[in-house]
């Protein structure tokens, strides 16, 4: 008799290599959890690397609101040349020599892309203009705009400024930087933004991604060590790591389970999503607050 090959429910932490799309890495998860159920919370570039959070089969539940967490990047900018995709895989569209920027002007240019701002998207990227993706606009040639968007940049801070030779032979400087962000923020138009305000254009050559959420690339495995051991954190671990915890007692873990909408704790109020636990630990739903009730956002229980 052949053993019933069962897939773990759970969250798994990509270390994702570059040169892959978020697509690629889903449909490799595929093959190795052997199920069609995987979806990954939120994008990143073909050329970045490092944590993307993937859900196999009732984690998927919990992806659209992880997506929504802060993130955390390195990368390095670099000043004195611009692409047309904002980053080192676009054709080039200027070189500047940037070798007499100096150090207070890049943390000037770096305070005013700091906290509360509007940003205007890479033209490549996945956002939708009127239903049809930004970057098959770009690549048919298409003359657009982008609407600016409000997003959070709460840390944007320079590790190191090295001198570097563009392969124009252009002098070029190439910022090493850390960025804490809320979700849709793009590195790559504050690598251009910075550039731009600093008048010799700006791009991005290198990024990595170290947190989503609350999880870090410290808890990420690569491809090939998820081949030879799938480690998937259990939906409610994962949940609770996530999100606010609300343990319920056995009769409200009931009447919530029968779809009742239970009244919430103040506590809850303004929260967003909650996980709800039952006294066995076990995760009954992702809830949020309305009207001071527990309006049921995901069901697991």
Same mark, same amino acid.
């Given at each position: 008799?052949? +053993?019933?090959? !069962? ?13 892959? !799309? ?11 959890? %052997?199920? %069609? ?7 990143? =570039?073909?050329?970045? @690397? ?6 196999? *089969?009732?984690?998927?539940?919990? &992806?659209?609101? #992880? ?34 920027? @100096?150090? +207070? ?6 305070? +005013? ?71 849709? !923020?793009?590195?790559?138009? &504050? ?6 305000? #600093? ?5 991005? !050559?290198?990024?990595? %991604? ?12 690569? &491809?090939?060590? /998820?081949?030879? *051991?799938? @480690? ?14 609300? =343990? ?6 009931? /009447? &919530? @389970?029968?779809?009742?909408?239970? *009244?919430?704790? +103040? ?18 739903? #992702?809830? *949020? ?13």
């Amino acid at each position: 008799m052949t +053993e019933k090959h !069962t897939t773990p429910d759970g969250l798994v932490i990509v270390d994702k290599p570059s040169g892959f !799309t978020s697509h690629d890495v889903v449909a490799k998860m595929r093959g190795i959890a %052997r199920t %069609r159920r995987v979806g990954h919370a939120g994008t990143l =570039d073909p050329m970045a @690397t490092g944590v993307l959070v993937l859900g196999v *089969e009732r984690a998927t539940k919990l &992806l659209g609101h #992880l997506a929504l967490t802060e993130k955390e990047y390195l990368g390095t900018i670099r000043l004195g040349q611009t692409t047309l995709t904002d980053d080192a895989e676009g054709e080039i569209t200027g070189s500047q020599d940037a070798s007499k920027v @100096t150090r +207070e002007a890049i943390d000037a240019g770096i305070a +005013e892309l700091s906290g509360d701002i509007m940003q205007v998207p890479s033209k490549v990227s996945a956002i939708k203009i009127k239903g049809v993706r930004s970057y098959k606009r770009a690549r048919e040639g298409e003359d657009f705009e982008i609407p600016a968007r409000p997003v959070t940049v709460s840390s944007f801070t320079v590790y190191d400024v090295r001198d570097a030779v563009a392969d124009d032979g252009t002098p070029v400087l190439d910022l090493v930087v850390s960025v804490t962000c809320s979700s849709g !923020t793009y590195i790559r138009a &504050l690598a251009r933004d910075l550039g731009a305000g #600093l008048g010799v254009g700006g791009l991005l !050559t290198a990024l990595r %991604r170290t947190r989503v959420g609350p999880y870090k690339l410290d808890g990420a495995r690569t &491809l090939d060590q /998820l081949q030879q *051991e799938l @480690t998937v954190m259990p939906v409610a671990d994962a949940a609770a790591a996530a999100f606010p915890r609300w =343990d319920v007692d056995a009769k409200r873990a009931r /009447l &919530l @389970t029968n779809g009742v909408r239970l *009244e919430m704790p +103040e506590e809850y109020t303004g929260a967003g999503a909650v996980a709800v636990f039952d006294p066995g630990g076990r995760l009954l739903a #992702l809830v *949020e607050e309305h009207k001071g009730k527990a309006k049921s956002l995901a069901v697991f229980g």
